[in-house]
């Protein structure tokens, strides 16, 4: 397995409340990994961590083997390209204006738009299915609409590590399996892709690689075929159940037993 980000002996705290200790993975390159657990086991901050904002008290995350901390802000931000959970638009930015703030590790104070920036703008939109919505003030859109619009974001930042917390919140079924194809595709194309999924079935489905939390710690990581079983989703998630191939793929589909 070929790794070009990883963590190593992370604590991860917010204040005086530790959320992981003595954390380490290393990230897949070129791989769809999703990462799974109950609420408040420690995903989010790991994410956090990855692209520093959030200061390890101890360990570090390093990328080509230098800590993230030693690169320039834009520097880095031409790396990782970042999706939060709750992310905030300027009041009255439309559409078009927002994704193009994804080009903002790409510009210097001598340059100026370029074509290519543009290019990348509207392959985003189009790739996040918000071409139509270019015109429209944000604060107008639904939760589904926004969401896309963000990744939207994301995609116009032409980051080979795409990092996205929670990417199919607000969508409806049908925008959260495009999306997840879409991620897909752009791990086909050689993206690295790491995705926090609360949809287990749906981890199983697209992921090359899963890690499973809880309680700040790493549980389980392997693919999908190698490590989720009924043990797993009781430990996890103190889910009784029973996994079965999904009848679609061959990945494993949990059943509650319930």
């Known amino acids: 397995m070929t790794t070009r980000l990883t963590a190593r002996d992370l604590t991860l705290r917010y204040g005086e409340r530790v959320v992981s200790t003595r954390l380490s993975l290393d990230v897949p390159d070129g791989a769809l990994t999703a990462i799974v657990g109950p609420n ?5 901050t790991l994410l956090r961590a990855f692209v520093r904002l959030l200061k390890p ?6 990328l080509d083997d230098r800590e993230v901390g030693a690169y320039p802000t834009k520097a880095l931000a031409r790396m990782l390209g970042f999706l939060p959970q709750d992310p905030l638009a300027p009041e009255d930015i439309r559409v078009r204006q927002l994704v193009a703030r994804g080009r903002f590790p790409h510009q210097s104070l001598l340059s100026t ?3 290519e920036d543009a290019e990348a703008v509207a392959e985003a939109m189009e790739a996040a299915g918000v071409t139509e919505l270019a015109g429209r003030p944000v604060h107008e859109l639904s939760g589904g609409q926004r969401q896309r619009v963000w990744v ?6 032409q980051t080979p590590y795409l990092l996205l917390d929670e990417p199919t919140s607000f969508l409806d079924i049908a925008h959260q399996y495009q999306l997840l194809q ?11 892709v790491i995705a926090v999924l609360h949809d287990v079935n749906q981890a199983c489905r697209y992921a090359d690689h899963l890690i499973a939390m809880k309680e700040g710690r790493v549980v389980a990581e392997g693919t999908p075929a190698e490590i989720v079983d009924a043990a797993l989703l009781k430990e996890v998630f103190d889910l009784p159940s029973v ?13 509650p037993a319930l």
């Open 40 to 44: 408040a086991c420690g995903k989010s």
């Open 57 to 62: 008290a101890e360990g570090e995350v390093r």
């Open 113 to 115: 738009w370029s074509e």
């Open 152 to 157: 939207a974001v994301v995609l116009a930042q």
């Open 182 to 192: 879409l991620l897909a595709e752009l791990r086909d194309q050689g993206r690295t």
């Open 243 to 255: 996994v079965v191939p999904d009848p679609v793929t061959g990945t494993p589909m949990v059943v």
